[in-house]
């Protein structure tokens, strides 16, 4: 998406009166807060020479045309959307109202109100200043900052390039702006985009959840074939019985009479056997046929369902860490454990039903009409009723199951997270407190189920007697006929036979209702994180590098958790293979954000990041997580074994390979000092080790892959200093030849460091070995003379 | 690559008065001390004013004085009124305020108006529509800073109760709205809000 916006009509006019001859336009950006801080349009043109912005239309307006004029500025197609159009009308696609029109194109009295324009020359810094929910593009003419406009979050991405490269201009470089910004709105529907650059569900011609419910089947075609021949089976079957109950009131049990049509069968006791062994037969053919399709649903909801989880956890396995960032853990685990139980459930017992009842319905409806149609037509009045109502109870209880989904969701998540965390509860004695929390969701949970439930029964009992009133109706009309002689008795009760098949479908849609709203809550929730875009892993033509030399470039790399916030600023460093860094800097400066972007846990805002001269986006992922080895700062290890979990980094590895990892990594004597050694449980997340032995674990892990490029954030830091310089020890002999970043708070850790790296928010503010540091009286030197083991890294030193 | 000398070439905003009060952090405290150990001073003593391009500046009297101060609320969701924090340019601590009343009326209204400046939430005053899909909420409302359409995932931490009746909505950009008192809306609006409660 451009970064550019051309400007509007008036802005254009203004720009006209104010545009210096020689001045050459670099850039015109439009914001979407206006001077008073309402929502609107004001413009910023960076030239060569100045920086000037521009308001919009009349100042100040007032709301209401505000939100008309943008609506109409998303519409226009021929400016991006994200300029005015992240807000204004509702759908962002509705004409645009004349007299916003003429307001727009009418020129402004007074050409100069609201105008700023600053030489480029008196400038110092542009940057932009996050407030909540927005920000701010400011200047500084030497010491002092000029707020330029504001702007909404929505257009922080776009406006941390704008200053980006007003800073170029201000500096005496040249001009270079990416034109990557995120795209916000559907270009063809001008609809906001839940995800960035996604594309539009509604102009993705959105199929029916059914429809790809049944996409999922496709492994299991045979036996649903299968199934529906046995489902249309029993539909048939189950019509028979009232037919046959009319023959045998009819034929039967009712004297012929006088003048009347000829009744060969009138008190055959053997035509009666016969009709009451076909009702019989047709019970049991129902039930064998209910058998073999609940037996056939259940494979066929049960691989769907399996297909389905799959496809999920592969999906949440394959998503970038921003996104895990967003989700709680408990909320996601719901979705892949009870969502997915929640569609088999339907899956394989309410679906059955709802196409049974679904045939039944039609084939009912076309008897019931052959036999009596005034008859049929009139007791099928509630039947509106009835669908009206069953219609509201569905849309209300899609809205309490989401609602149930939610409180579920909170409340696993809570009882996960207060068992994980139970050691901190009980340290700081806050079980009652936790005890309360849960009671509180666990109440949460039970209010909402309640008052579904409450809905629900209240609704259906109406529903009930609504759907009573058809068969009040078949015997007060039926029986006129019947007693008018215009109808058999028998057929008065095959009717009211048939209608009871015929609502009890209605009311089972209801119970179905749901089971369904409850399964596609669930299955929205699924297919949103299936369609949340992946980490491109290996794909397209990205470049495999079978060995990586271990030369690590940083270009002008920007990048935040937040876009509008960086938390890296414009960070360059060049790394030569084998190169050891270290990287200091306070607490939340940005290191381990730095070294995640190596591993492209996350990618740069801008810059670039180099690997062996090519851009890590282009190298598979495969192959640069293969190649690349990492301490976390927080070790983590699985459930398992202690080799199992040194093994994890590669799973062939031979008993010698993982004794030589876990060596260098100091960890071997503790292990073997446990009684089952190397086979010993962790527990899960390893919490029947030490911290520090998680870490040196870790260590071996990392080491055991044999990286090119090593990463050691805050390895050894919960080591004691022996240990600690017996790792490094080892390490410093692995080290050689691979390229290595250590974090590390305490100093005397980085001390086999070729260059340190200081940071400190999110810049790069020294680079040097330890001694050209020292020499400069830096930050680093700072750094140094408050650790107290300055005097000693001094003797180290020489 | 960016070095030292870049650093120093950035605007020093705050005023070399502020240096020492690093220093003065790592040694004992003395009863002198403007800033007590919970960041509060004598509110009495601060004053905010105004200098060129409406840059907002703090002084704290007879101890320092800060040429770019900002107003944040210490907790914007539990204490809207109360509980303010004058930081300097680079959020470094100036001062914490228990009770803005307690400032003089001018500063008062200064501390007001760059509170307004740091958080930029719209109120909310009519729900055009809210529409579902897929859990995921689009949103056409009137603010009181204009109309705004916006989208928002339906999660705990973007549908937040910040008192009985009084919510706020976070949308996928952080954008925030705010809802003083649901039970004011008008009834369309209110039914449309129903689609998320
Ligand atoms: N997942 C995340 N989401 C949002 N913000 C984050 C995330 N991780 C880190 N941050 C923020 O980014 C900034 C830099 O964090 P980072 O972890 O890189 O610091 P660090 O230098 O490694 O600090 P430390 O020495 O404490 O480990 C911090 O302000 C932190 O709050
Ligand atoms: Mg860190």
């Known amino acids: 998406m451009p970064i550019a916006d051309p400007l509007s009509p008036a802005a254009e006019q203004r720009w006209r009166h104010l545009a210096q001859p020689d001045e050459e336009v670099l850039l015109t950006v439009a914001s979407d807060i206006a001077a008073g801080g309402h929502y609107g349009e004001r413009w910023l043109v960076i030239t060569n020479k100045r920086v000037v912005v521009l308001p919009d239309g009349r100042v100040p307006s007032p709301p209401g045309a505000d939100g008309r004029r943008n609506g109409a500025a998303g519409s226009t197609g021929s400016r991006p959307a994200e300029g005015g159009g992240t807000h204004g009308s509702p759908n962002g696609h509705v004409a645009e109202a004349p007299e916003a029109r003429e307001a727009r194109d009418a020129p402004a009295a007074g050409t100069a109100e609201g105008v700023v324009a600053l030489a480029i020359e008196e400038l110092t810094e542009a940057k932009t200043e996050p407030v909540v929910g927005g920000g701010r593009l400011e200047v500084y003419t030497g010491n002092i900052p000029v707020p330029l406009l504001e702007y909404s979050s929505s257009l922080g991405p776009k406006f941390s390039e704008v200053a980006r490269g007003l800073q170029q201009v201000i500096k005496g470089n040249p001009f270079l702006v990416s034109d990557d910004i995120p ?327 209801n119970n179905i209702y749901q089971w369904m709203s409850r399964a596609f809550a669930g299955a929205e929730r699924i297919f949103e994180v299936i369609d949340t875009p992946r980490e491109a892993f290996g794909s397209g033509n990205a470049a495999h590098i079978e060995r990586i030399r271990g030369e690590v470039e940083f270009r002008d790399v920007t990048f935040g958790y937040d876009k509008a916030k960086p938390v890296l600023k414009d960070v360059s460093l060049h790394v030569e293979p084998g190169e050891m860094i270290g990287l200091v800097g306070k607490s939340g400066a940005g290191k381990s954000t730095f070294v995640n972007l190596i591993c492209r846990f996350y990618e740069p805002d801008h810059g670039e990041v180099l690997i062996d001269g090519h851009n890590v986006k282009d190298i598979s992922l495969e192959c640069l997580r293969e190649q690349v080895g990492v301490v976390l700062q927080e070790p983590f290890l699985f459930n398992g074994t202690i080799a199992e979990n040194i093994r994890y980094a590669r799973p062939e590895a031979a008993e010698r390979e993982v004794v030589v990892a876990a060596r260098a990594a100091n960890a071997h004597e503790f292990i073997v000092g446990k009684p089952d050694g190397y086979d010993t449980q962790v527990g899960e997340k390893g919490s029947r080790l030490s911290v520090g032995e998680k870490q040196r674990i870790s260590i071996a892990r990392a080491i055991l892959r044999d990286p090119r490029i090593l990463i050691l954030d805050e390895a050894t830091a919960s080591v004691d200093t022996e240990t600690e310089k017996a790792i490094q020890e080892a390490l410093a002999r692995l080290v050689k030849g691979r390229t290595t970043f250590a974090i590390a708070h305490r100093l005397s850790t980085l001390r086999n460091a070729n260059r340190l790296v200081v940071f400190d928010e999110g810049c790069i503010v020294e680079v040097g070995t330890h001694k050209e540091l020292i020499e400069r009286h830096g930050r680093y030197w700072k750094l140094v003379e408050m650790q107290s083991e300055v005097n000693k890294l001094r003797t180290v030193d020489g | 690559m960016i070095t030292t000398d870049h650093i120093t070439a950035a605007p020093t905003i705050v005023g070399a008065a502020n240096q020492p009060a690093e220093v003065t952090a790592s040694e004992p405290v003395t009863p002198q001390d403007t800033l007590r150990l919970d960041g509060s001073v004598d509110p009495r003593r601060v004053r905010l004013f105004r200098g060129p391009h409406g840059v907002l500046r703090c002084t704290i009297d007879g101890d320092r004085s800060v040429l770019r101060a900002k107003v944040v609320r210490a907790f914007p969701i539990s204490h809207q009124n109360h509980w303010i924090n004058i930081l300097d340019w680079k959020n470094k601590e100036v001062c914490l305020i228990e009770n803005p009343d307690d400032l003089d009326p001018e500063s008062r209204r200064l501390a007001g108006e760059a509170i307004d400046e740091h958080y930029r939430i719209a109120t909310i005053e009519r729900i055009y529509s809210i529409e579902n899909e897929y859990r995921t909420l689009f949103c056409d409302v009137l603010t009181n800073l204009g109309r705004r359409d916006f989208v928002m995932k339906w999660a705990s931490d973007t549908i937040v109760w910040l008192g009985p009746d009084e919510l706020m909505l976070v949308d996928i950009d952080t954008n925030r709205f705010r809802i003083p008192d649901i039970n004011r809306l008008d009834a369309h609006s209110r039914k449309q809000l129903g689609v998320l409660l």
């Open chain 1, 183 to 509: 795209k916000l709105r559907c270009e063809r529907c001008g609809r906001l985009l839940p995800e960035k650059n996604m594309t539009c569900s509604r102009c993705v011609r959105k199929s029916a959840m059914l429809a790809r419910l049944a996409g999922y089947m496709r492994p299991v075609m045979g036996l649903s074939l299968l199934l529906a021949v046995a489902t249309g089976g029993r539909t048939l079957v189950q019509l028979a019985p009232p037919y046959l109950q009319k023959l045998i009131i009819d034929s039967v049990l009712t004297p012929p009479v006088p003048g009347g049509t000829l009744k060969p069968h009138y008190g055959d006791f053997g035509m009666l056997a016969l009709l009451v062994l076909g009702i019989a037969a047709a019970g049991l053919g129902t039930t064998l046929l209910m058998m073999i399709g609940s037996w056939l649903a259940a494979i066929v909801g049960t691989r769907i369902t399996f297909e389905i989880r799959g496809a999920l956890y592969r999906a949440l396995e394959r998503l970038p860490l921003t996104f895990h960032n967003k989700r709680e853990h408990g909320a996601l685990m719901s979705l892949v454990t009870r969502d997915t139980d929640m569609l088999n459930y339907f899956l394989v017992e309410g679906m059955p039903y709802l196409v049974t009842n679904s045939l039944l319905l039609v084939a009912i409806l076309a008897i019931l009409l052959s036999m009596n149609w005034r008859l049929a037509l009139l007791i099928l009045i509630p039947a509106p009723l009835v669908i009206a109502g069953g219609g509201f109870i569905w849309r209300r209880m899609r809205v309490y199951w989401n609602r149930w989904s939610q409180s579920w969701a909170l409340f696993s998540a809570h009882l996960g997270e207060s068992l994980a965390g139970i050691r901190v509860s009980k340290a700081f004695h806050q079980e009652d407190a936790e005890i309360g929390r849960f009671d509180r969701r666990n109440e949460d949970l039970a209010q909402v189920t309640i008052r579904e439930g409450r809905f629900w029964g209240g609704s259906f009992a109406v529903l009930n007697f609504i759907t009573g009133m058809g068969a009040y109706i078949a015997w007060l009309a039926g029986g006129r006929e019947v007693i008018a002689g215009t109808m058999t008795l028998g057929e008065i009760v095959a009717f009211v036979g048939y209608l009871w098949l015929l609502y009890g479908p209605l009311q089972w849609f």
